[in-house]
């Protein structure tokens, strides 16, 4: 009865086993990052069925043998330790079970008599209301193991490096007796001491007959190492992220891969040593069976404040250059738009007033649907999202799990397709997963009770056809960042992207097995001048491909069986088959998706030429009879016509067998003349040039396009240099000796060109 009462008088308070610390965990159980609680504790919540038996054979056997006998005081150790003390005069051995040690763990007690007293009776509370399992489980994370750590679990891996399960019988030894005097003994300050204190419990083990003379002498060898005492910080933001979202919950499991996660840490932090300072970097590493993440790096370095390293960039905005490319292209082949080799122009065209440039200014002329996206030009993509429509476009990425973040009242527009948007890198790794999985995309999953959440984006045969595209980058297109990078990971689709101002710098890779994003830019949106993607993230994405388990990294995936190799022609692009070889000028071999083999687009804009098929009727010169006009031997013909736009970048043959024939003299004119015809006036064909002598100026000329009534874009060697309305001079710098070519393009097609050369002074 009286125990009865002094038990409500003086109730017993046990930790409440929903506060303290939190600990985050690799899948494997790895501590990721630790939380101290609001007294600064590390503590990793476990229990003895995940801890080293070896350990609780010398926690037992040299604290309290008689744990599971006695009810919660030994007599025998009390008396035996007062008389100890009688004896020498001090405290030679405590007499304190375990169940002891942990009333005094969990309250504070005075080491006094009738602090001994109280320790007695809260013991005794202890056998009372708990079970010898949930005591154990209270010393096992609650026992004081020096500095701010408690536990075994957290001691375990504060000072070994290891979990608790995988001790050797001299760690083992080592952590039984740290909590007698946690200060003195921690084997990171007090080596020496701590060695001594191990070997005291070691020596105990073999008089006591557990452990055996062998295991004792290999114990003895091991010598006492510890790390200096510090908390884990591997994937530090993913940890904040999911202790922010689950701010009760003491341990935290998540689908991060220890060892890789800890890799790829290291290779970009000695990747980013070479870059600018205040550069930051992101990675994502995902599964693509399960959509696990295996790998998430949010920054560079967590706690540089002068890479904002508190900035997660796996989820911060961004725009994302051309990485969004891939799916434009896939959607264009579901609608039956194209084929992978379609005819695409590269060259200067204006959108309703948006004139999109290429990254390196310059323009290729005629290009397939396969090369302009492995090379990643722009007025092609932009051509295309054109016929896809932006509206449709956005609608379908945010169907796939990609939210484009556009201005405030901004309706989707053209400029998107090249970065005039923002997403994240973890929404971008998700789609991307939809070329390895048959056009469905889905959402990495950070812990393993997140849903697999997958949405459609692409058919299986558009996904099969784009990512065949993006593994098969030959190395000496622009993007192959260092020869023979490309060819060594042919297996790896991958693709780049560079935002305006060289602000992000992009890199995605998919493999079967695997999704890589890789993002390099500054937190703060400032410009990186010379960081782009080929050459900034290209190189980190393939070092990380490298570092990932390659069991099947081969491209297995079977080719659908709506998808087929068909040969068509240029420029008309319809089926070899059906198009006569007079009108076939390039015969390409391409992938065709449920047999559709869509004509070349029509020119936009475009009064006076038109690309396609022209049937005329022609005289016996071969000249050409309007409507109303008859002459001699008149009979029909057929020109297989290129877009005007492609004309100047066509060989002499392409270019003469495009052309039409002239009109017949008295026949009225029709629609079919370019309306403009124009020449090159400042300079003659084949002119020879010489920069003036001791100028450090770059050789400059005025020139005029004759004829010209809009406005003329004007090129040097392909590369855009400026603009001119009508016969309105321009000057344009030749900056370099040697040959170069001078293009003057009006908006329907009609164009001038001048091959000069320049002189060195």
Known sequence: MTALILDRLFPLHL????????????????????????????????????????????????EDRWFYRHPGVNPYALLRGAAGALRHGRIVSGGSTLTMQVARIIEPIPHTFMGKIMQIFRALQLEIHLSKAQILGLYLDHAPFGGPIQGVEAASWAYLGKPASKLSHAEAALLAVLPQSPSMLRPDRHPDAAWHARDKVLKRMRDEGVWTDAQIRDAHIEPVVARSLRAPLSAALLAERLHRQQPQARRIVTTIDANLQRAVEDRVSDYLSRLPQRTSAAVLVVDNATLETRVYVGTAEFADPLRLGHVDMVRAPRSPGSTLKPFLYGLALDDGLITSQSLLVDAPQDFNGYKPGNFDESFSGPVSVAEALQRSLNVPAVDVLDHVGPHRFVARLANGGIDLGLPQGAPPNLSIILGGASTRLENLVGAYTAFANGGIAGTPRYVPEQSKQQRHLLSPGAAWIIRDILSTNPADVEGAPLDGTVNRHATVAWKTGTSYGYRDAWAIGVTDSWTVGVWIGRPDGTPSPGQYGAVTSLPLMFAVVDMLPNDRTA????????????????????????TSPALCRQRRTTWSLDGAIPPTFAERDITAWSAGLITLRINAKGQRLSASCHGKDEHNVQIARWPALATPWLSTDDAARSRLPPLAPGCAPDSLDVANPIRIAGLTQGARLRQAPNSAQP????????????????????????????????????????????????????????????DKS
């Open 15 to 62: 930790p409440a086993p929903d506060t303290g610390s939190t600990v985050v965990l690799a899948r494997d159980g790895t501590p990721l990052r630790a939380f101290a609680d609001s007294d600064g504790v590390w503590r990793y919540p476990t229990t003895a069925q995940k801890v080293s038996p070896l350990y609780l054979q010398a926690l037992l056997t040299y």
């Open 699 to 758: 050789l400059r000329v005025t020139l005029q396009a004759l004829g010209a009534t809009g406005e003329v874009q004007w090129l040097l060697d392909g590369r855009l240099q400026g603009s001119s309305v009508g016969s309105a001079t321009i000057r344009l710098a030749l900056p370099q000796a040697g040959d170069h070519q001078i293009t003057a393009l009006t908006r329907d097609g009609a164009f001038a060109q001048l091959a000069v050369s320049v």
């Open 555 to 578: 491209f297995h995936a079977p080719q659908p069986p709506n998808v087929q190799r068909v040969d068509i022609c240029w420029p008309l692009g319809g089926a070899a088959t059906t």
